[in-house]
């Protein structure tokens, strides 16, 4: 009879592990969707304000060029650690619309030419190597550790050209907004997939700074006047 109870209570186990098993999927897919769906046109809004007004006031092309630099490595440690694809996939998205930002930053700055090209062939070069899975695993630790004061210089710079122009210009809100609640969601993703401490603190860091940036722009977002 002991033997009969323990059996059941052995499978009605079994049944609620693989319930909340299923459970946590769903939810991780969810998550997912909602990280990488709105990233992949995430810089268009921006890219559309610089268009519209023919201005780059309120950004700063070192930000930009920053943030190709730690979507880059970030896609690269996923990648070598064996990260689900999904857990980074708008990196890739977010890496080709980083480029696009600071090739259409220079040209409506008057500041491209043929100067650029140098600096984008060793940039892809360098991508290049380290993507072939030449260089050890720790190399790429050490260069994603250097994301998180990448990253937050990015956007402290971000947040720096605004306050000092006390004018949000050009600076979008959605894509601030966005980016800062897909770090928010990463965060829940990482804790659920597969946890790590360098992953967690970039994202904690990028979440609380966008969402800085986005109470800058909301504070000293310029009156529609400005851009008649």
């Known amino acids: 009879m002991c033997i009969h109870v323990h059996c059941g ?11 909340r098993s299923a459970n946590v999927e769903v939810i991780l897919s969810i998550l997912n969707f909602l990280c990488i769906a709105p990233n992949i046109f995430v ?72 100067r650029i090209l140098p600096i984008a062939a060793l940039f892809f070069l360098v991508t290049a190597i380290i993507g072939s899975g030449s260089m050890p695993v720790s ?12 990253q937050a210089g990015s956007k402290l710079l971000a947040l720096n050209t605004i306050y000092r122009a006390k004018n949000s ?23 659920m997939t597969k946890p790590d401490l360098l992953v967690l603190t970039n994202f904690t ?14 504070v000293y977002r310029p009156s529609e006047k400005k851009f008649e």
Request: glycine share 4%.
């Open 139 to 150: 190399i790429i630790s050490f260069l994603f550790s250097m994301n998180m004061p990448l």
């Open 9 to 19: 209570i052995s499978k009605m186990s079994a049944t609620m592990d693989n319930q």
């Open 205 to 218: 860091v990028a979440a609380c700074l966008s969402f800085t940036v986005c109470c800058a722009i909301i």
């Open 43 to 114: 810089k268009v809004p921006q890219m559309r304000n610089i268009v519209k007004t023919g201005s780059v006031r309120g950004l700063n092309l070192k930000a930009f060029m920053m943030e190709t630099v730690v979507y880059m490595v970030g896609m690269l440690y996923y990648f070598t650690n064996d990260f689900p694809f999904l857990a980074y996939a708008e990196y890739v998205a977010l890496e080709i619309q980083a480029l696009f930002m600071v090739l259409i930053f220079l040209h409506y700055a008057d500041d491209l030419d043929v």
């Open 169 to 191: 210009g050009s600076a979008s809100l959605l894509m601030w907004s966005i980016s800062g609640l897909t770090s928010t969601g990463r965060i829940a993703t990482t804790l």
